[in-house]
């Protein structure tokens, strides 16, 4: 049971990864913003009615800001990653094992989470001591 858990959680982290890639893409969001624009062109000359015009606008404009959020998080969180590694490389004491932390599914981090708090425990307990 526990091993399909972590099959189903790895493939799910795998496609997790492959959306937030393509939802951050710049390719993506000209295809978004381009099939907003059509959207909106068709839906405005056939109703006459403003409030669902309105909506339709602040929908697509909410619809693409996803697009650009998505983007700058990405590049975000690549930047903190790539800092986050080379401080970890650049000590020779310290556990390799959160290295490419990208790549790991919520559970091995949390898992590693864990280990290091417990780590923490036991140095307060030893120098309280």
Same mark, same amino acid.
């Given at each position: 049971m526990k091993k399909a858990y972590i099959h189903i959680e790895r493939n799910f982290e795998k496609l997790t990864s492959i959306a937030? %890639?393509?939802?951050?893409n710049s390719i993506t969001f000209i295809l978004a913003l381009c099939l907003v624009l059509f959207w909106w062109t068709t839906s405005l000359f056939k109703t006459s009615d403003w409030h669902q015009?309105?909506?339709d606008f602040i929908f697509g404009t909410t619809f693409l800001s996803l697009f650009i959020i998505q983007k700058s998080f990405n590049r975000y969180s690549a930047l903190v990653h790539? %800092?986050?590694?080379e401080l970890i490389s650049s000590h020779e004491m310290a556990n390799n094992d959160v290295m490419n932390d990208t790549e790991k599914t919520e559970h091995e981090i949390r898992?590693?989470?864990k280990e290091y708090l417990e780590t923490e425990e036991i140095i307060e307990e030893e120098v309280n001591t």
């Open positions: 937030t %890639k393509i939802l951050g015009n309105i909506g790539l %800092k986050m590694n898992k590693l989470s």
